[in-house]
């Protein structure tokens, strides 16, 4: 059964400051990892989405990083902002529609 | 593009009443449609998916059910409502292939007294 882990449950850090989540998981055979922003109160909103023959994707800011070998995710925020405040979710895809496990968040919050 | 609607936003019900909670897909056909719970410092549990009209598979047992009565209409039900059914639903959907991304609606917060 895939496991997926989040490090650490919260994390504040002052404007401006470059950070990492980081996401880990048991099971090595995966189609591909995500990671999601939620706001408060709010549905998830799509990242980045890595596939398992990809070692990383960038969005902007965003530099998310995949080590299938060792069971790693890595999200990168650089020059974060207080807008960037909110849980980051990681989730990994284990085979198709039913297999998708989540993990339980990162809670971000960006002082300004 | 594709949208997810969800309704109602807030629900608070009394245990042992009844539950439904709708979510509709536009701007895609035949999604992969599945309903998660989120309970306060827990991930997302899936509940239920479906890959087609009327076709349902349970992820978790529970007093909770769900039908797929139209193409992109999800629907979750529950008869009798316990106070452990508190919590964030969320509908979301995979577009044909499971190498795709998985998008989520606005949720639901579901309050049971």
């Known amino acids: 059964k895939q496991e997926v882990t989040q490090i650490p449950a919260a994390l504040s850090v002052p404007e401006g400051e470059n950070l990492v989540l980081n996401c880990s998981f048991t099971?090595?055979?995966?189609?591909?990892l995500q990671w999601f922003r939620q706001d408060p109160g709010k549905g998830l909103t799509s990242l980045l989405l890595?596939?398992?023959?990809?070692r990383e994707q960038t969005s902007g800011r965003l530099n998310a990083s995949l080590d299938k070998s060792s069971g790693r995710s890595t999200l990168y925020i650089a020059a974060s902002q207080p807008g960037d405040s909110a849980t980051y979710l990681c989730?990994?895809?284990?085979?198709?529609?039913?297999?998708?496990?989540f993990g339980t968040g990162t809670k971000l919050q960006v002082i300004p | 593009s594709q949208t997810i609607h969800q309704w109602p936003a807030t629900l608070v019900q009394p245990v042992g009443s009844p539950l439904s909670l709708e979510c509709t897909v536009e701007?895609?056909?035949?999604?992969?449609l599945y309903w998660y719970r989120q309970a306060a410092g827990r991930g997302l549990q899936l509940l239920f998916y479906s890959v087609g009209i009327g076709q349902i598979s349970s992820e978790v047992p529970q007093n909770l059910s769900a039908s797929r009565p139209q193409d992109r209409q999800f629907i979750l039900s529950s008869k009798k409502l316990l106070l452990s059914d508190s919590g964030f639903y969320l509908c979301?959907?995979?577009?044909?292939?499971?190498?795709?991304?998985?998008?989520f609606g606005p949720g639901t917060r579901l309050t049971v007294l």
């Open positions: 979301a959907w995979f577009r044909i292939s499971s190498t795709d991304t998985q998008y």
């Open positions: 989730a990994v895809n284990s085979g198709g529609y039913q297999k998708v496990t």
């Open positions: 890595i596939q398992s023959s990809q």
């Open positions: 099971d090595s055979a995966i189609y591909n």
């Open positions: 701007g895609t056909s035949n999604p992969n």
